[in-house]
DNA sequence: GCAAAAGTGTTCCAGATACACCCATGA
DNA sequence: TCATGGGTGTATCTGGAACACTTTTGC
């Protein structure tokens, strides 16, 4: 897979969020090889000719991380680094992708041939990344932040249907903040991304709840879509 | 030129917006190959593997439209686009910067030898454009629109020491609306980065204006300044 | 009856918008 | 004196933030 490129070098790295007990997670890799042998990293890969940008993050999703991608959604709207070569050869692009996840396990796909210890770790227990991961990942972050403000992004972090507890749940874990209920629900229902169903929670000793599901989505403001 | 490439095609535009008379303009170029032949488009180039994205726009500019990057300002933070491949065999994917021009002027470089007709063409009067252009366009021009309501990124457009008045036009001419003269200012100031010079207009019949500047930046928070 | 989550309104503040008149100058 | 751009303040609206109690259920 370390193949050396004559041309500039393009690579690809995935930012995958998902939730684990009510924490947010990045899905990150060890490195098995230099540069930054044994640091943790984005999972990433260079681009192959005749694979686009998205097709090679699914395939080294796969293929590294272990991963289904059927449980996640990745964000169709890729932004590029300048990024530090990691062959010291020639000057390489990085296209970074934002991924959200459920029920996502890492080192479950029997296609992963070439794990490098893929993790589901904390936000808020990030360790030291190699490369430029750090700012990648902020920058990660931050667009998440801020398309879970007025889109419905956060939708594939959660089951189809959810009570407003877990949705409140799930803000929270990606602000790092709590948030006041009644304000919450209010906000969100402005947003008109909900609909509430037809059915209630019965699955403990309280009061039970209405469940809501996201709208079918009409328009992703996010969307870039491109040939 | 058209060298043919083996690996995945990675291609630099930009989105190079100037004032003239008071109206926000984009360089474009008349594409003088196929595909689209004749049509309007972004400057662009294939990045040979010498030159980083940056560089390769820098030096696309001078080539191509022949204009002086001395009096431009590329803001660092490109954007990653899945291209349709210039090339139809394999890949592509374009990094796409945004600039901001004073006192540009295309073909007037002497390094300019390969112009395709390069011109600043009014937004508002935008031909169709070649590939996904006009995509891109609007994209750069949302993102030069937020980038303008909290940055000082404006200041490239104009003189060093400028009047209310002449700024308010600016920002009209990126808004494509009228804003009113009190809410402008109120909200200018509150921004905190403008400062009063010691200086006044004495250019007309009318009262003298008081100039300002824009501090020297502190903090840009779209940098994103990788190695 | 008590623990646990569900559900519900009002007040306050900050920032954005709407809006009209007098001032200084050159011709 | 008039045409031109320079300069100023207030009322209103809107969206976000703060804040506490009652309801329904299982045990």
Chains 1, 2 share one sequence.
Do not use: C
């Amino acid at each position: 897979m370390e193949e050396r490129f004559e041309f500039p070098i393009l690579t690809v790295d995935g930012a995958i969020f998902q939730l684990v007990d009510d924490e947010l997670t990045i899905l990150l890799i060890q490195r098995a090889f230099e540069p930054f042998l044994g640091e943790w990293a984005l999972p990433g890969e260079y681009i192959p000719k005749d694979r686009s940008s998205r097709q090679a993050l699914e395939h080294l999703l796969v293929h590294k991380t272990g991963i289904s991608t059927k449980q996640l959604r990745i964000i169709d709207q890729p932004y590029a680094f300048d990024s530090p070569a990691r062959d010291p050869r020639g000057y390489a692009v990085t296209v970074m992708y934002i991924g959200l996840g459920r029920g996502i396990t890492p080192g479950m796909h029997p296609h992963m041939d070439n794990g490098q210890n893929p993790q589901l770790v904390p936000i808020s227990k990030l360790p030291k990344l190699a490369y430029d991961h750090q700012t990648i990942v902020k920058f990660a972050l931050d667009r998440l932040k801020a398309l879970s403000l007025h889109t419905a992004v956060v939708a594939t972090l959660l089951p189809k249907d959810f009570t407003f507890l877990q949705l409140q749940t799930a803000y929270e874990a990606i602000f790092g903040k709590t948030l006041d209920k009644r304000n919450f629900r209010k906000k969100m229902l402005s947003l008109q991304l909900l609909e509430p169903t037809s059915a209630m929670t019965k699955d403990g000793a309280h009061r039970p709840a209405q469940l809501y599901r996201f709208h079918a989505p009409k328009s992703t403001d996010t969307a870039n879509s491109f040939a």
